[in-house]
């Protein structure tokens, strides 16, 4: 799946969690929700023994971006 997504210019890939569709030059990069309250889940996989950056949760030394809501007409 990452192969067919679009970096944005800094590298950086933003995801498109909406029910309908972005437009075609965003669909690489659209997951389909649907039409109402969506729960998001983060699942990290940790190569190391030791215990992630990650965690205590909100504690550790690297946070996952933030989600934002965007209302683009």
């Keep these: 799946m990452l192969p067919n997504m679009k970096k ?3 590298g950086s ?16 990069n659209w997951l389909p929700a649907p039409n109402g ?3 998001l889940v983060m699942r990290l996989y940790w190569p190391k023994t030791e215990s992630s ?8 030394t690297w946070n996952p971006p ?8």
Excluded at 54 to 60: I, K, Y
Excluded at 66 to 73: A, D, F, H, Q, Y
């Design 8 to 10: 944005n210019e800094d």
């Design 13 to 28: 890939i933003a995801i498109y969690i909406q029910k309908d569709s972005p437009g075609s030059e965003k669909d690489a």
């Design 37 to 39: 309250p969506i729960y």
């Design 53 to 60: 950056s990650v965690l205590p949760a909100g504690e550790g």
């Design 66 to 73: 933030g989600v934002t809501k965007v209302n683009e007409m």
